[in-house]
């Protein structure tokens, strides 16, 4: 009994709501049935013909929950039409319907309300179920003929044809009754079922959405920078062949710009480039409100937050509220923003979760509330998931504003690389000179961005001003076309220079993709 009850506990208010009319309509026949019991065994007469009424009115209820069962699945699309125990049950009808008529004969014409509940019930197991597997149209028109034929078949028997149309009244009020009852029901059912089916798709639609998002950041940040790099690879290649010492320049800036997508690719995987706090908070109120949860917003404090925290907290409102949308049939969200004591506190509590032993969503080896505990905790911030009765969840964030605003979201904070100091990327030069290729670069220098620049470069006000070298002049690595992030132009330029080749006309070019030198 305690399964059965967890079990109930544990679904959705769909689930609950199918549930509650389906038994609604398996149930309600019997108490039609036991209604009429005393009825039809006090108004005397034939006690056999009683009994079998009773015990033809006991069947049908017996037969109703399967057939019912089946129907509700076809209307709902999940199963055949089940023709056969309508047949079984219409069989048992007709046989109710004969011995209803074997009494109004025994005891006159006067007497014949003394089984309606019985009859009620008969008809709500075989017309409602019928009426779930046909059109209106040919379930009026086989209703009407059926009564028809019945009132016809009694007042051939009692001689008093005043019974066709008191039976055709009571075959219509019958057929609308059971109508109204189990397809009015069986329409409502199908209604919230794809409601259901239509916020789950909006769910993933918005995780689709958000991973075209990622992967058009990841195509505008890593295509114009990974042509760039195959170009000066190449060219780096065809200039140490020759022995030409440009080649160090080219690659150090190949290493610069391998830097800078690395920054910028740890900028898009962890969401910080459009993080917003206040984005979220009002994008997260329009799909909570397009998905039926009322959401109240209280966000006064989220002005006063640095920006790191605002990122960080921002992230916290996105993954939970695509957790209440995929995990919780709920009916509210709250979402309350404070500052105590210095420390940035966000929660964010929804109802209908259901209670389980398996501890609170996303405990189950999901990866959404581990990644925003290491969000978190990268501006010493916690995390806390808890559920509470009686199916509630809530979610609280905390951030120390002093650390946050210290760490801030700038290049070489915990938001933006692996660790507060960063050790340098693969490959990276260090000051003083690095061996590529047993060339040996010059020292490097930082830029204003914290970025190295190249070798034989000076960094100036963040930007860099190239300075060529003795008797020689470097070109630039050819115009690199990112348009659509196609490629790199295949042209590049050898400094003059090189080989021994004077530079202006005659100087060598060379071509850097399928060209020969």
Request: aromatic letters at 4%; hydrophobic letters at 45%; one cysteine or more.
């Amino acid at each position: 009994m305690r399964k059965r009850v967890w079990g109930w506990r544990g679904r959705s208010g769909i689930a609950r709501v199918d549930s509650y009319t389906r038994w609604t309509v398996y149930v309600t026949p019997w108490v039609l049935v036991v209604l009429d019991v005393p009825v039809v065994l006090g108004n005397g007469g034939n006690t056999a013909l009683g009994w079998a009424l009773i015990g033809l009115g006991a069947a049908q209820c017996v037969l109703n929950p399967p057939l019912a069962r089946r129907a509700f699945d076809h209307r709902l699309g999940r199963g055949p039409a089940p023709w056969r125990w309508l047949i079984l049950c219409g069989v048992v009808f007709l046989a109710t319907v004969g011995v209803i008529g074997a009494r109004v004969a025994e005891q006159g014409y006067g007497r014949f309300p003394m089984a309606t509940w019985i009859l009620m019930g008969s008809a709500l197991s075989v017309l409602g179920s019928y009426s779930l597997l046909t059109r209106l149209g040919p379930y009026t028109v086989v209703c009407l003929g059926a009564g028809t034929a019945v009132g016809g078949a009694m007042a051939l028997v009692s001689g008093a044809w005043v019974c066709v149309p008191t039976v055709l009244v009571a075959t219509a009020f019958l057929a609308l009754w059971s109508v109204s009852v189990v397809r009015t029901s069986a329409w409502v059912l199908a209604v919230m079922w794809e409601l259901d089916a239509a916020r789950g798709a909006q769910a993933r639609l918005a995780v689709a959405e958000e991973r075209l998002r990622f992967g058009r950041d990841m195509h505008d940040v890593l295509g114009r920078n990974l042509a760039v790099i195959a170009l000066k690879s190449e060219l780096a290649v065809r200039l140490a062949g020759r022995g030409s010492p440009a080649a160090v320049d080219e690659m150090t800036e190949v290493q610069r710009i391998a830097q800078e997508s690395q920054r910028e690719v740890r900028d898009v995987v962890r969401g910080y480039r459009g993080a917003d706090l206040h984005t979220e908070l009002a994008g997260a109120r329009s799909v909570l409100a397009a998905a039926g949860i009322d959401c109240r917003i209280d966000d006064k404090a989220g002005d006063e937050l640095p920006a790191a925290a605002q990122s960080a907290l921002a992230w916290v409102v996105r993954e939970a509220t695509t957790n209440v949308l995929r995990h919780a049939d709920a009916g509210r969200c709250a979402v309350r923003m404070r500052v105590t004591e210095g420390v940035a506190v966000l929660v964010m509590e929804n109802d209908g979760v259901s209670p389980g032993p398996s501890g609170p969503p996303g405990s189950d080896g999901g990866s959404g509330l581990a990644g925003l505990r290491e969000r978190l905790a990268a501006l010493g911030g916690t995390l806390a998931a808890e559920r509470r009765p009686p199916a509630a969840f809530r979610l609280t964030a905390r951030v120390p504003l002093a650390r946050a605003g210290t760490l801030g979201a700038g290049p070489g904070s915990p938001l933006q690389a692996e660790s507060p100091s960063a050790p340098a990327g693969a490959g990276a030069v260090p000051s003083g000179g690095a061996s590529l290729g047993g060339a040996t670069a010059g020292p490097v220098s930082a830029d204003a961005g914290g970025e190295p620049a190249a070798a034989g470069r000076e960094a100036t006000g963040g930007g860099a001003a190239e300075s060529a070298p003795s008797g020689s002049r470097t070109a630039s690595a050819g115009a690199v076309s990112s348009g659509g992030g196609e490629g790199p132009s295949p042209v590049g330029h050898v400094p003059a220079g090189v080989g021994g080749t004077p530079s202006g006309a005659g100087a060598e070019r060379v071509v850097t993709r399928g060209g020969a030198a």
